[in-house]
């Protein structure tokens, strides 16, 4: 059964191409949903798939690419919506 969760990731994580990234590694994990920076400076995310491919992203997502710094990851459940495949979205 796949699970969902809703994703905060706070410090340098703008500028360093953290959506280009999150989208190869969701795919190479078989993880859909989607990803976009915040105006606050943060990215945020929706990632969806099996517990153990989502929990992969997450560990992922604690270092983040090359020139990231992550200082904060929040986590909650999210309910499933069936995504099809990773996306990134406009900033919000």
Do not use: C
Not at 1 to 10: E, T, W, Y
Not at 44 to 56: I, L, S, T
Request: hydrophobic letters at 40%.
């Amino acid at each position: 059964m796949d699970v969902s969760k809703h994703l905060r990731i706070f410090g340098h994580v703008q500028g360093v191409g953290f959506r280009m990234y999150m989208r190869r590694k969701a795919d190479d994990l078989g993880v859909t949903g989607w990803v976009r920076n915040r105006r606050d400076g943060s990215v945020e995310a929706v990632v969806q798939g099996p517990p153990q491919a989502v929990e992969a992203l997450i560990a992922w997502t604690h270092r983040g690419p090359p020139g990231a710094i992550v200082t904060d990851l929040k986590i909650a459940d999210q309910d499933a919506d069936g995504f099809s495949d990773f996306s990134a979205w406009p900033t919000e």
